[in-house]
């Protein structure tokens, strides 16, 4: 049995060049768009809705943010416009996911499809063609502060961690934390997704704290979408989530419904997915060969869940929609 | 009478959800300049406008009926296979292997073998979400969608290494499939041609081939095994409730394992079929042929019956007809049929709502 020579030469790569610290700064830059993702859906999960259309709402997000941006000059009118799209999609999912209780699942991989086709469509007969947008970055630049810090990585490092949306991203993690388990809003939610029935019976209103969860989920997946096209990239590409939806839903799996290891696991999939874009572009040689680097994060997902969350619980009533009798 | 009522309410409500798919895709076809009407009218009549279109029609029946069978058997457990169209891939990429390295005593015996071949290398491809969801009850949507992404850049890969063709010079492109490897034509068309004495007509093998037969057997066997059985029942049961299923003496986990690994079987078939009887060949153009998405389209609005499952296939294979008419048409790209699938997809959802039926998710 042999390996493959892309696996050998990366492991070069991993000994001889700081590549290791390199891809820290990159990780952090994708990290973002799994995490405000993960972090939405993770309130919605927790109050027992599951919205597998995320996916979708993130590539209407960073359409519509990329659109905006490219009329008005400004990123910020932008991120301002796909919150406006999420609000919008994630009232009508919550609508007839919560209010008429249909399948969830069923619904979800629609309006996935519809988010993928719907920007498809609309990118090819509207957008100017590759027009990069003024992004939503960190005011410092890499040039300019690599002379203080003494040396590139760090410059790197550091630019990745002002970028605004960045910021916000990880600052989500300590907020959801101290929302779901320190404030009674929280508890809320959690006890709706745990036991709608008797949540109900003390006097809660189970569908009214769905809908809000499930459409605070919705405008947090287009963020993701929004700082990816604006934020990340400065463009915008057919099915350009790649299926990172679907990511930060696996990384809830894996952090079993827990803000802090799902960031973890997000952590561990960024810094996995960052190695392998640095290690596929230090080389036209292996640049060619970026497929069999691109498999890597997604297998990276399957090997989390299993060391993670094996002995994950979801919330109980994830997925049943609630009617009062 | 009852009985025809509720029948007449629900094929209306099915054709309302149809009809607000074809007009979200015509809605985004504006943008592309052509008129509402004329996007309709180009859908709905193209697929019937010659023989060769029609044998297209059946063409995509095949590749998207045959893995909307197995994504309907597991649906009936409430099981979701997104993993159909990666499973697809795998399976034609396997196909193309077992052709290149294996010689046998007869070219019969070596296309079972690339049937079974890719089958049972797409269910390998559908083991680790059917464990993960029957063991930790990780959902199966999320797993197998991601390993979609996984088998484009597998078969990427495959076109560079193992599967790669001889005179593809720097493509990624396999070796065309020897004749004798092929599922001949069932049908034939009439071209046009000019020849010395004015227009004339040659008859030409259209795509549709004897794969068709494969496809209609199996859909008959599991009609037969699964549909006229009391499995049809404790599947239903496995989908109410796994706690329910397991009281009642059902094993929740073979029989979870065991859908998941067929869905994947009927899908890497479905990738054989599809090489041996219409392309011949695979190249990284086929990397988002979209089938397995369509198959969970036919599924859904077929409920997950054999039957329905193959008028929805039907069907939708008109309207994929009829869209890449459109598409060449109006220049729109294929992601315009996403809107129309995508669309159906929620409103069907709410067609069952309005029905009443218990929605089917499995959870554990």
Redesign the interface.
């Known amino acids: 049995m042999q390996l493959p020579p892309e696996l050998i030469k990366s492991l070069e790569l991993l000994i001889t060049t700081p590549i290791l610290l390199i891809s820290l700064a990159i990780s952090l830059r994708i990290l973002p768009t799994i995490l405000f993702a993960s972090m939405g859906e993770l309130v919605t999960e927790k109050s027992g809705v599951?919205n597998?259309g995320i996916e979708?709402i993130m590539l209407v997000g960073a359409f519509t943010a990329y659109m905006v941006t490219v009329a008005y000059g400004d990123p910020l009118a932008g991120l301002l416009a796909a919150i406006l799209s999420g609000l919008v999609i994630s009232i009508f999912f919550s609508y007839?996911a919560v209010v008429?209780?249909?399948?969830?699942?069923?619904?979800?991989?629609?309006?996935?499809?519809?988010?993928?086709?719907?920007?498809?469509?609309?990118y090819?007969?509207?957008a100017p063609v590759g027009v990069s947008v003024k992004t939503l970055g960190s005011p410092l630049s890499v040039s300019s502060i690599t002379p203080i810090l003494g040396s590139r990585e760090v410059a790197e490092l550091v630019v990745s961690l002002t970028s605004p949306l960045v910021v916000v991203s990880l600052a989500l993690v300590p907020i959801t934390y101290i929302f779901l388990r320190k404030t009674l809003w929280g508890l809320t939610v959690t006890s709706v997704g745990e036991d709608p029935a008797s949540a109900d019976a003390i006097g809660i209103n189970v569908n009214r704290v769905r809908i809000l969860a499930t459409i605070y989920g919705g405008i947090m997946a287009s963020i993701a979408g929004a700082y990816l096209s604006i934020s990340y990239l400065g463009d915008f590409r057919?099915g350009m989530t790649?299926?990172r939806g679907?990511?930060a839903?696996?990384m809830i799996?894996a952090g079993n419904w827990d803000p802090v290891r799902t960031f973890i696991a997000s952590l561990a999939l960024s810094y996995i997915d960052a190695l392998q874009l640095s290690i596929a572009s230090s080389s036209l040689e292996l640049a060619r060969?970026y497929?069999?680097f691109?498999?890597i994060p997604?297998?990276a997902?399957?090997l989390i869940?299993?060391v993670l969350?094996?002995?994950?619980k979801?919330p109980s009533a994830?997925?049943?929609?609630f009617k009062k009798t | 009478m009852k009985r025809a009522k509720e029948a007449f309410l629900t094929i209306t409500l099915y054709i309302v959800a149809i009809l607000a798919g074809f007009m979200a895709a015509s809605t985004v076809a504006i943008t592309y300049n052509i008129g509402f009407l004329d996007s309709l009218g180009i859908l709905a009549v193209s697929p019937f406008a010659d023989l060769f279109n029609f044998s297209e029609v059946l063409v995509r029946f095949i590749a998207i009926y045959t893995i909307a069978l197995g994504v309907a058997i597991a649906l009936k457990a409430g099981l979701w296979n997104i993993g159909g169209e990666g499973q697809f891939l795998v399976g034609a990429v396997m196909t193309l292997f077992i052709a290149k390295s294996l010689s046998t005593p007869h070219p019969a015996l070596t296309m079972t073998t690339m049937m079974l071949g890719a089958g049972f290398f797409a269910m390998a491809w559908a083991l680790v979400p059917a464990l993960l969801k029957a063991r930790f009850g990780v959902n199966e949507i999320v797993t197998t969608l991601l390993l979609n992404i996984v088998a484009s850049s597998f078969t990427l890969y495959a076109l560079d290494g193992p599967i790669r063709g001889q005179g593809s010079f720097g493509y990624l492109l396999s070796d065309v499939l020897p004749s004798e490897l092929r599922f001949p034509a069932l049908l034939k068309y009439p071209r046009a041609i000019e020849t010395s004495s004015g227009v004339g007509f040659v008859w030409e093998d259209t795509r549709l081939s004897y794969a068709l037969f494969i496809t209609l057997a199996m859909a008959i066997i599991l009609y037969i095994v699964v549909e006229r059985s009391p499995l049809e029942t404790h599947l239903g049961v496995v989908a109410r409730s796994w706690r329910l299923a397991s009281y009642a003496g059902i094993n929740v986990f073979r029989i979870v394992v065991a859908l998941m690994l067929f869905a994947g079987f009927t899908a890497g078939l479905s990738g054989a079929l599809h090489i041996m009887g219409v392309l011949y060949r695979l190249d990284s153009g086929q990397i988002d042929h979209g089938f397995g998405y369509l198959a969970v389209l036919a599924a859904a609005l077929g409920r997950a019956k054999i039957v329905g499952t193959a008028l929805a296939s039907i069907f939708i294979s008109f309207v994929i007809i009829g869209s890449e008419s459109l598409q060449r048409v109006s220049g729109a790209p294929y992601a315009i049929t996403w809107v129309f699938v995508g669309t159906v997809m929620v409103a069907i959802t709410i067609v069952e709502y309005i029905r009443g039926w218990r929605p089917s998710a499995a959870t554990a």
């Open positions: 599951l597998l979708g007839i008429l209780g249909v399948n969830q699942a069923a619904a979800g991989l629609g309006l996935w499809l519809f988010g993928l086709g719907v920007t498809g469509a609309l090819n007969s509207m057919h790649a299926g679907f990511m839903l696996a799996y060969r497929y069999f691109n498999m997604y297998i997902v399957i869940i299993l969350g094996r002995r994950a979801p994830l997925m049943k929609p």
